[in-house]
């Protein structure tokens, strides 16, 4: 059975970091594609970021460039989001996903992120 | 980016009746191999989105096949043919063929 287990989520006051890590097993992860798929509380689904399945190419969101940096360890079987620079914007429930833009066939139940002093 | 337009945007359905969710995409989701990454899901309330339907039209393991979905280029369909109460819930759609992937506003559901 797939599994993808968030964690790292909180309060971080604006300007700080925060990382989030997400376990997979279940499958064969260093096959596929990761993402991160944020939700702003009651709102829409928006992509952060994509990274392949060697990390050899990643992709990011504009609003997000340079702030966030996806990265992954194979031998882990684990995804993470290094996010610096945190605004209020920020807030929102951040989904570790797996595939990439063809796939997102499994979803992870969220880590909550809070920007606020 | 590729804007990914829904409607309607609220949906209320009678038990058992039909429902269905139009998805509109400001350019061509056909991508330069021949595939077109139109993606549907289903979050139900308090829950991480579901994917139902992927490449338009193939329905995921486990979904009923009461869910069906249709189109091309730039125009796609997400139908229910006889609306169930587990149905409740945001209906996404997504296109994955332009980076950054992109999300419609989200179609909500709900029972009569």
């Known amino acids: 059975e797939v599994q993808l287990v968030e964690s790292g989520g909180g309060l971080v006051q604006p300007g700080g970091s925060l990382r989030l890590s997400c376990a997979a097993s279940g499958f064969t992860f260093s096959s596929y594609w990761m993402s991160w798929v944020r939700q702003a509380p009651g709102k829409g689904l928006e992509c952060v970021a994509n990274?392949?399945?060697?990390?050899?190419?990643?992709y990011y969101v504009d609003s997000v460039k340079g702030r966030f940096t996806i990265s992954r360890d194979n031998a882990k079987n684990s995804l993470y989001l290094q996010m610096n620079s945190l605004r209020a914007d920020d807030t929102a429930v951040y989904y570790c996903?797996?595939?990439?833009?063809?796939?997102?066939?499994?979803w992870g139940q969220g880590t909550l992120v809070t920007v606020s002093s | 980016d590729v804007v990914m337009t829904q409607s309607p945007l609220s949906l209320p359905v009678t038990l058992g009746q039909p429902a269905s969710i139009s998805c509109r995409s400001s350019q061509s989701l056909v991508h330069s191999d021949g595939n077109t990454y139109l993606i549907w899901f289903q979050q139900r309330p308090g829950q991480s989105p579901r994917r139902l339907i992927y490449q338009v039209s193939n329905r995921d393991s486990g979904v009923p096949d009461r869910f069906s979905g249709s189109g091309s280029g730039t125009d796609f369909t997400l139908k229910i043919s006889r609306v169930e109460a587990e149905d409740v819930g945001i209906y996404y759609c997504m296109q994955g063929t332009h980076w950054p992937e992109t999300f419609g506003q989200g179609t909500k559901v709900e029972i009569k």
């Open positions: 990274i392949k399945s060697d990390g050899s190419a990643k």
């Open positions: 996903v797996r595939g990439g833009s063809y796939l997102k066939d499994y």
